[in-house]
């Protein structure tokens, strides 16, 4: 159980597209879901915390206008990086929770952005 | 400033032996710590959790510690095996608040 499905899993767009990003709870309803990004060989940086019907927390440093996050339910969050740019490219990985502020995460297998 | 660190970015071990990776933090009050297992390319994978009024924590060949005094957790694995190679996080959560703050890693590889 507990299956968090994020897609797509690779995606390469070119400078000044937008490319949105799937975060689903399969199995389960999420009344929490975060978007991290993660550089390699670093820690997953938490960009922002989304609940369901409500607008994204984000955080210091995340531009809001620039990563659009969207909860439409309990099972979907979307991400949509806008006007990327190459360092905009990253693996962004979404995460949901299912109930209690201690229960575990279940992460998504990430996306690997790279914007040419 | 706040820090987690975890002792190491890589442990190299022979098979059958314990692994210990630490996670040490400086300037958070955590109430809870989890242990996540990372492979190249996905998502981490939720392994254990231990509250800080536990001591330790146990589930098959692993377990966790916690000791708030030294602000550290010890990870070990025993009887390590080469699937146990991996990415592993630490991840400190604080109380009323449901966002965790992950360590950097350490990426152990155990040699058959």
């Known amino acids: 159980g507990a299956v968090v499905s994020q897609h797509p899993s690779r995606v390469i767009c070119k400078s000044g597209t937008s490319v949105k990003i799937e975060c689903r709870s399969l199995?389960?309803?999420?009344?929490?879901m975060f978007w991290y990004r993660q550089f390699p060989k670093q820690s997953l940086m938490l960009m922002a915390t989304s609940n369901e019907g409500s607008k994204a927390t984000y955080e210091q440093g995340v531009e809001k206008d620039k990563f659009l996050i969207n909860h439409a339910s309990l099972t979907l969050s979307t991400l949509t990086v806008t006007s990327a740019h190459p360092e905009d490219s990253s693996f962004y990985i979404c995460s949901a929770q299912e109930s209690s502020y201690n229960s575990p995460l279940h992460f998504g297998n990430g996306t690997r952005l790279t914007v040419t | 400033s706040q820090k987690i660190e975890q002792n190491s970015e890589a442990l190299n071990i022979q098979e059958g032996k314990t692994a210990t990776l630490t996670c040490n933090y400086t300037n958070y009050s955590p109430a809870y710590l989890q242990w996540y297992r990372q492979d190249p390319g996905r998502g981490p994978v939720f392994l254990l959790l231990?509250?800080?009024?536990?001591k330790e924590k146990r589930k098959e060949r692993l377990k966790v510690t916690f000791d708030t005094t030294l602000k550290q957790s010890l990870f070990h694995i025993t009887a390590s095996q080469p699937a146990d190679s991996a990415t592993y996080l630490c991840?400190?959560?604080?109380?009323?608040?449901?966002?965790?703050?992950f360590g950097t890693g350490t990426r152990l590889t155990v040699i058959p």
């Open positions: 991840a400190l959560g604080q109380t009323g608040a449901n966002n965790l703050f």
């Open positions: 231990i509250r800080e009024n536990e």
């Open positions: 199995d389960f309803q999420a009344t929490t």
